[in-house]
């Protein structure tokens, strides 16, 4: 049986190759034929995934986290550029973009007991010290400092998102660890149930109601940085809000928590140290004073050059956030009426005002206003800090890098 096997094959070599090329070419068109019935569906996906791309860019082609308005690294970021009817009715009027409310994803906790622990404290303290005892409140700050911590532009930890920029005399992300608030004791009726919220949201509960925000503001107040984030949502007296661009998408909540908490207290004690600058202080645009005047280097040159000016010399003076930009240059030019040399220099900070001149690095790094008048055929020169006054009608933003 096997030898006549082998002669028939042997006989029918060739006829039996070209059958095998035949099956492989059969083979091969039943292939691509699937192939190509399944071609549609990987087109949807790709497309899907344009555009996905194109609503949400990459983070390489995102703008630079450094550029954004009202990141952890922005001073004064809270304080209000109008009087509390004025920014009702500016909130107001800015329609809620609910369009652009995206979802956040449960928040998955890493770490050990004592991490667990000191993020609840954080949470719990946060939600009710901002936002009182409402439970709808309390949840959406809540969801706002989790986003915060798998957000690129904040602290990776519960309790350094809610602590971030305390640290500083100005700048603080949650007024309530710079106001002096962290001295207050909440009973257990009242801290009990922020405290169960708490748990509830590390364990993976997501407030819908406010998305991926990762900014909020009451409505009585109306910050500079405001109207350059999208509008998301209300809760009680707070406007929930979010960057444009790929930075305010849920894709970039993409930063993993892994726990390492640090301790709340110690945090405490830091901001509690930190000297804040006293609002009770003269500001330009309430005083008109200067908080200290010296002597201009070029005062003894330019002595007699014209008629003794009220206010000689430079001037450096206390500013506010809150301060209105035209009501600074009026009072800068009632500072400087004459024709000697005469300057106004201002800081948001009492700490930051120097003693004397040439101003030093960091001195210049804190400026926050600069007035010089029209003299000898010279133009008025104004510049603002940014970052604190956006976009003023006149005058110019100081350069960034002073230093």
């Given at each position: 049986?096997?030898?006549?096997?082998?002669?028939?094959?042997?006989?029918?070599?060739?006829?039996?190759?070209?059958?095998?090329?035949?099956?492989?070419?059969?083979?091969?068109?039943?292939?691509?034929?699937?192939?190509?019935?399944?071609?549609?569906?990987?087109?949807?996906?790709?497309?899907?995934?344009?555009?996905?791309?194109?609503?949400?860019?990459?983070?390489?082609?995102?703008?630079?986290?450094?550029?954004?308005?009202?990141?952890?690294?922005?001073?004064?970021?809270?304080?209000?550029?109008?009087?509390?009817?004025?920014?009702?009715?500016?909130?107001?009027?800015?329609?809620?973009?609910?369009?652009?409310?995206?979802?956040?994803?449960?928040?998955?906790?890493?770490?050990?007991?004592?991490?667990?622990?000191?993020?609840?404290?954080?949470?719990?303290?946060?939600?009710?010290?901002?936002?009182?005892?409402?439970?709808?409140?309390?949840?959406?700050?809540?969801?706002?400092?989790?986003?915060?911590?798998?957000?690129?532009?904040?602290?990776?930890?519960?309790?350094?998102?809610v602590f971030e920029g305390s640290q500083r005399s100005t700048g603080c992300q949650f007024t309530f660890t710079c106001d002096g608030s962290l001295t207050r004791s909440y009973p257990a009726y009242l801290m009990n149930p922020a405290r169960a919220r708490a748990k509830e949201a590390l364990g993976g509960y997501v407030d819908k109601t406010v998305g991926n925000a990762t900014h909020y503001?009451?409505?009585?107040?109306?910050?500079?940085?405001?109207?350059?984030?999208?509008?998301?949502?209300?809760?009680?007296?707070?406007?929930?809000?979010?960057?444009?661009?790929?930075?305010?998408?849920?894709?970039?909540?993409?930063?993993?928590?892994?726990?390492?908490?640090?301790?709340?207290?110690?945090?405490?004690?830091?901001?509690?140290?930190?000297?804040?600058?006293?609002?009770?202080?003269?500001?330009?645009?309430?005083?008109?004073?200067?908080?200290?005047?010296?002597?201009?280097?070029?005062?003894?040159?330019?002595?007699?050059?014209?008629?003794?000016?009220?206010?000689?010399?430079?001037?450096?003076?206390?500013?506010?956030?809150?301060?209105?930009?035209?009501?600074?240059?009026?009072?800068?030019?009632?500072?400087?009426?004459?024709?000697?040399?005469?300057?106004?220099?201002?800081?948001?900070?009492?700490?930051?005002?120097?003693?004397?001149?040439?101003?030093?690095?960091?001195?210049?790094?804190?400026?926050?206003?600069?007035?010089?008048?029209?003299?000898?055929?010279?133009?008025?020169?104004?510049?603002?800090?940014?970052?604190?006054?956006?976009?003023?009608?006149?005058?110019?933003?100081?350069?960034?890098?002073r230093t």
């Open positions: 049986m096997i030898a006549k096997l082998r002669s028939f094959v042997g006989a029918n070599l060739p006829l039996l190759a070209i059958g095998a090329l035949v099956i492989c070419a059969l083979a091969a068109l039943a292939l691509f034929g699937r192939g190509s019935n399944d071609a549609p569906s990987r087109a949807q996906t790709n497309m899907a995934a344009e555009d996905s791309a194109a609503t949400a860019p990459a983070p390489e082609a995102a703008e630079d986290l450094d550029e954004l308005p009202a990141t952890a690294k922005s001073e004064a970021v809270a304080w209000s550029q109008l009087d509390p009817s004025s920014a009702q009715a500016k909130n107001g009027a800015i329609p809620i973009a609910s369009d652009k409310l995206g979802a956040a994803k449960p928040f998955v906790f890493r770490g050990s007991a004592t991490d667990r622990a000191r993020a609840e404290d954080c949470l719990s303290l946060v939600a009710i010290a901002e936002a009182g005892g409402g439970a709808a409140d309390q949840r959406a700050v809540m969801q706002v400092v989790l986003n915060r911590v798998r957000h690129p532009a904040f602290a990776n930890t519960v309790c350094g998102v503001h009451a409505d009585y107040v109306y910050p500079w940085w405001s109207p350059r984030l999208d509008k998301v949502a209300k809760v009680g007296p707070h406007l929930f809000l979010k960057w444009r661009g790929y930075w305010g998408t849920p894709q970039a909540l993409s930063a993993r928590y892994g726990g390492n908490e640090p301790d709340p207290a110690a945090l405490r004690r830091l901001a509690a140290a930190v000297e804040r600058p006293s609002m009770d202080e003269a500001l330009l645009t309430e005083e008109g004073e200067a908080v200290k005047t010296v002597a201009s280097v070029d005062e003894d040159a330019q002595a007699g050059n014209g008629p003794n000016s009220p206010a000689p010399g430079i001037h450096f003076v206390l500013v506010s956030q809150a301060d209105n930009p035209a009501e600074l240059v009026v009072r800068a030019r009632r500072l400087c009426p004459g024709d000697r040399y005469c300057q106004v220099m201002g800081w948001s900070e009492r700490s930051a005002i120097p003693d004397k001149l040439p101003l030093s690095d960091a001195a210049r790094a804190a400026l926050r206003f600069s007035f010089l008048p029209a003299s000898d055929g010279s133009k008025e020169a104004v510049f603002f800090d940014c970052s604190l006054w956006d976009e003023p009608a006149s005058g110019r933003c100081l350069p960034k890098a």
